[in-house]
């Protein structure tokens, strides 16, 4: 079973960047496709980034494009989730999925862009 666990969460002001990390108890990568989703207070969780198995393709929710950049480093087990620019509406808990025959969440981790 993998575990995914989030970090890097916080406060940020309008503008600003935070980074997330999503670290695998083992290889993933090539195996499942590794994705970024979000709920925000009183909302449905929603796609935000996604990297296909093997790293080739990267998708974004139109939302976030040119502003978010999803990344993997192998040799950690980890994906990560760059965040520019970012803006009070990008406020929510930020959840790591990796996709496969089998879909593992990780547990989240909050995300508050203050205006």
């Known amino acids: 079973q993998v575990q995914l666990v989030e970090s890097g969460g916080g406060l940020v002001q309008t503008g600003g960047s935070l980074r997330l990390s999503c670290a695998a108890s083992?290889?993933?990568?090539?195996?499942?496709?590794m994705q970024w989703f979000r709920q925000a207070p009183g909302k449905g969780r929603e796609f935000v980034a996604g990297?296909?198995?093997?790293?080739?393709?990267?998708v974004y929710a139109n939302s976030v494009k040119g502003r978010f950049t999803i990344s993997t480093d192998n040799a950690k087990n980890t994906v990560y989730l760059q965040m520019n620019s970012l803006k009070p509406e990008d406020t929510a808990v930020y959840y790591c999925?990796?996709?496969?025959?089998?879909?593992?969440w990780g547990q989240g981790t909050q995300v508050t862009v203050s205006s």
């Open positions: 999925r990796a996709l496969g025959t089998t879909i593992y």
């Open positions: 083992e290889r993933t990568f090539s195996t499942y496709a």
């Open positions: 990297i296909t198995v093997g790293g080739g393709t990267t």
